[in-house]
């Protein structure tokens, strides 16, 4: 029994620290890598001061952008959230070590 309840809390224990860093920015949730991948998916677009201001829809337009990102691009805080998703996953190892508010599960 007591084998049994070890291998319990081990497994629980696994599952719990398996599932990474959340990054949450108001009413959105993203893992760590996603964020990650959505700063590369940012980097990749043109940095002209004409298009400063709409870069998220070619962000959002990217096939590469992850699914998990992709309900953010519909809602209208989309070209505010975006780049604090961006500066987060900029200094990411001050999120793997929860020291930014937006992270959690580290």
Do not use: W
């Not at 809390?9 to 108001?26: A, H, R, Y």
């Not at 070209?79 to 959690?104: G, K, T």
């Amino acid at each position: 029994m007591n084998a049994y309840l070890v291998a319990v809390v081990c497994l629980c224990s696994l599952v719990t620290f398996s599932n990474g860093v959340t990054v949450k920015v108001e009413d959105f949730s993203f893992s760590l890598e996603s964020v990650k991948q959505l700063k590369f998916v940012m980097d990749a677009v043109p940095r002209s001061p004409r298009l400063r201001s709409s870069r998220v829809p070619y962000v959002c337009s990217n096939p590469l952008l992850p699914a998990e990102i992709k309900p953010l691009c519909s809602s209208p805080k989309a070209p505010r959230l975006v780049p604090q998703l961006v500066s987060i996953a900029r200094d990411s190892a001050i999120c793997e070590i929860c020291a930014n508010v937006a992270c959690s599960g580290c």
